[in-house]
């Protein structure tokens, strides 16, 4: 098996990674056996199996034997900014842990400070576990975006709005979006996004005017839906249809957008998200330790949406290990619907090319193939774990662990190599965010 970049291949590459078996991801899902792969100007110029490494004219070279390598991993939904209140608020409902705990405490702690080092702290833990993009939707997300220009990762960083909050002023809320999008404009691997809440928390007369400005600055609507059978029911009796109806109505699904969460949905609603393209994103962990449901992956894959997986916020999951996230979503679809009604395959498509397409990136990320991104990772298959393997998919939707990463690349620059974070000062962080929660403790 050889793909190359004819025009690219002879010359020399940035990074070359080689020895693994590589999970292509692309549309005949090739795997290929002894993988050595090329990079240049951070993009893949060539992937073939060797005998032997060609690796003498490399910049730099990653040892990838004993591994998978793979695309990196995408996590849809995520509220990095909260890691800084991870336990605090457990082992209650979605509306009381909401209104009761996490909204007072952001009001109260919010700032662009304890965003920052909260999304330093998140991407250490999405770097170790195989993370290279994430979606996220949080307040002051300047300094997440801030945060991930630091990292190297790559983010679609989305500014939040929560009327219900009160960290928002709603008469200040466009200039706020237009002041966000200039702030970040210098950070090449932050795609901006805007991130209203959910149905319950912007009020009914700022939702169109949401939608239209999305719609002008082409920019991406990341919002939770349909989460709780509350939510549906409210919706109902207010609107006499269902949130997804209603922003069918307003015109919110013209734009790029993205779902987390549709738990409680209706087959209307499954075909109104089908016929505008809405992604999809599946939050397992938060939603059964929140208590809210299950959603009907399968059903959704079928009507031809495209699904993504997320790990909600360190709040609410408690961790940010998508390979955890994945092994519970692919058992709630089988106890729901049947053994085989979602593969092993499906759930690694589901972590990288699908959730890429989920995204609107898949141009760009999810698969290894010549003229993408160089975006992808190594886990190691050295421990008993991992041994023997028979199928590599099965592998990592069944037995790998984050733990199992070792190397990591985004856009071609090395971000973690042999379990070495090389961007981000680990120890400092650690610090800064050990002295947040102690005052927020006190509290």
């Known amino acids: 098996m050889i793909m190359t970049d004819e025009k690219k291949i002879k010359k020399i590459p940035d990074l070359t990674i080689w020895g693994g078996t590589a999970l292509t991801l692309n549309s005949k899902n090739e795997v290929i056996l002894n993988a050595q792969i090329d990079v240049l100007h951070g993009r893949i110029i060539s992937i073939q199996s060797i005998d032997k490494p060609i690796v003498h004219s490399a910049k730099k070279v990653i040892d990838a034997r004993n591994c998978i390598v793979l695309p990196g991993l995408i996590n849809g939904h995520t509220h990095t900014g909260m890691t800084l209140l991870r336990g605090i608020a457990d082992d209650m409902p979605l509306h009381s842990w909401l209104n009761e705990k996490i909204f007072p405490l952001e009001k109260k702690w919010g700032s662009k400070e304890f965003v920052y080092v909260g999304t330093l702290l998140a991407q250490i833990e999405m770097i170790r576990s195989g993370t290279t993009l994430f979606n996220d939707m949080y307040y002051f997300e300047s300094s997440a975006a801030r945060a991930v220009h630091e990292s190297g990762l790559r983010g679609i960083c989305g500014q939040t709005l929560v009327e219900i909050s009160g960290v928002e002023d709603t008469n200040k809320i466009f200039s706020q979006f237009d002041e966000y999008l200039s702030e970040?404009?210098?950070?090449?691997?932050?795609?901006?996004?805007?991130?209203?809440?959910?149905?319950?928390?912007?009020?009914?007369?700022?939702?169109?005017?949401?939608?239209?400005?999305?719609?002008?600055?082409?920019?991406?609507?990341?919002?939770?839906?349909?989460?709780t059978a509350a939510e549906l029911e409210d919706c109902l009796k207010k609107r006499k249809i269902t949130p997804t109806a209603f922003f069918e109505k307003i015109g919110l699904w013209k734009n790029k957008a993205i779902a987390a969460h549709v738990v409680c949905v209706t087959p209307e609603d499954i075909e109104i998200l089908s016929r505008n393209q809405v992604g999809v994103v599946h939050n397992p962990e938060s939603n059964l330790k929140l208590g809210t449901g299950i959603a009907p992956i399968v059903k959704l894959r079928k009507a031809g949406i495209k699904v993504s997986l997320g790990t909600d916020g360190a709040a609410s999951n408690n961790n940010l290990d998508l390979l955890q996230e994945a092994d519970i979503a692919l058992k709630l679809q089988i106890l729901q619907y049947g053994v085989g009604a979602l593969t092993a395959l499906d759930i690694v498509k589901i972590l990288t090319i699908e959730g890429a397409a989920a995204l609107k990136l898949d141009h760009e990320v999810g698969s290894l193939e010549?003229?993408?991104?160089?975006?992808?990772?190594?886990?190691?298959?050295?421990?008993?774990?991992?041994?023997?393997?028979?199928?590599?998919?099965?592998?990592?939707?069944?037995?790998?662990?984050?733990?199992?990463?070792?190397?990591?690349?985004?856009?071609?620059?090395?971000?973690?190599?042999?379990?070495?974070?090389?961007?981000?000062?680990?120890?400092?962080?650690?610090?800064?965010?050990?002295?947040?929660?102690?005052?927020?403790?006190?509290?």
Do not use: C
């Open 184 to 227: 970040i404009e210098s950070y090449p691997r932050v795609i901006p996004a805007i991130a209203p809440h959910s149905i319950y928390g912007v009020s009914d007369s700022i939702w169109e005017q949401v939608s239209n400005y999305a719609f002008q600055k082409k920019l991406r609507v990341h919002l939770h839906l349909q989460e």
């Open 370 to 443: 010549v003229g993408k991104s160089a975006d992808l990772i190594a886990i190691s298959t050295e421990q008993a774990h991992a041994t023997p393997i028979y199928n590599p998919f099965s592998h990592l939707a069944y037995s790998a662990s984050g733990s199992d990463v070792k190397h990591s690349v985004v856009g071609g620059s090395v971000i973690m190599e042999n379990r070495k974070i090389l961007t981000l000062d680990e120890s400092s962080i650690l610090e800064e965010a050990r002295a947040w929660g102690s005052r927020i403790a006190q509290f």
